[in-house]
């Protein structure tokens, strides 16, 4: 089972940037399909941005589009989330996951190994 940890979140204010990092065992960050998803109280999982093995990259335009980018570092097995100009409603727990390469980036049942999730709130 492959162990992935979240650090970086906060309490910040609206317009305020954090980044979200994701530490993954050796080797998994350059071979899988990467992805964080958020989950606000009351509400289901939404799917955030995701990153192939080819540093392809995908994102929830409609939620995040132009202020949250996904990124990672092969050597240090780590995928990033910076955030930018936070808004009240990106207040969420955020998660990152692991899927195995060509699955369906944006759905969760794609992702078989999650991490504990990060808690990020922004105040108005």
């Known amino acids: 089972q492959k162990q992935l940890v979240e650090s970086g979140g906060g309490l910040v204010q609206a317009g305020d940037s954090l980044r979200l990092s994701c530490a993954a065992p050796?080797?998994?960050?350059?071979?899988?399909?990467m992805g964080w998803f958020r989950q606000a109280p009351g509400k289901e999982r939404e799917f955030v941005a995701a990153i192939a093995r080819s540093g392809h990259s995908a994102y929830n335009d409609e939620a995040v589009k132009g202020r949250f980018t996904i990124s990672k570092d092969n050597a240090k097995s780590t995928v990033y989330l910076q955030m930018n100009n936070l808004h009240p409603e990106d207040t969420a727990v955020y998660y990152c996951?692991?899927?195995?390469?060509?699955?369906?980036?944006?759905?969760?049942?794609?992702?078989?190994?999650w991490g504990q999730g990060t808690q990020v709130t922004v105040s108005s």
């Open positions: 996951a692991a899927a195995q390469p060509g699955s369906a980036a944006r759905l969760h049942g794609s992702y078989d190994n």
């Open positions: 050796a080797r998994a960050v350059a071979w899988y399909t």
